[in-house]
């Protein structure tokens, strides 16, 4: 079974600065891809970032420049440092890991349970 764990949220003023962190757990073989996603109240969830085994990453437009994901690879942890954080940036950050659990088993995804970020004066 796998595990994911996000921590760093909380509440932030316009324009400031948090990192979640994403520990990652469990009978993890391979580690495919890991992600960021988010869902604001009333929104459907969106995706933020992701990065890929080989250090491939993707962004959202509305947090491109501002957002940086970054993985260690030895200690299964990601990351996502955020910048310049508005109002907009409001909403609950989840964790996503595609991995593979043995040498011939398929992909399976695993989801955290969530992290808060509040960006408000």
């Known amino acids: 079974q796998v595990q994911v764990v996000e921590s760093g949220g909380g509440l932030v003023q316009p324009g400031g600065s948090l990192r979640l962190s994403c520990a990652a757990s469990?009978?993890?073989?391979?580690?495919?891809?890991m992600g960021w996603y988010r869902q604001a109240p009333g929104k459907q969830r969106e995706l933020v970032a992701t990065?890929?085994?080989?250090?491939?990453?993707n962004y959202a437009d509305s947090v491109k420049g501002r957002f940086t994901i970054s993985r260690d690879n030895v200690k299964t942890t990601m990351y996502l440092q955020m910048n310049s954080l508005t109002p907009e940036d409001t909403a609950d950050y989840y964790c996503n890991l595609l991995s593979t659990s043995n040498l011939f088993g398929g992909p399976t995804t695993t989801w955290g349970q969530g992290t808060q970020v509040t960006v408000s004066s």
């Open positions: 469990g009978t993890i073989f391979r580690i495919l891809v």
């Open positions: 990065i890929t085994n080989s250090g491939a990453t």
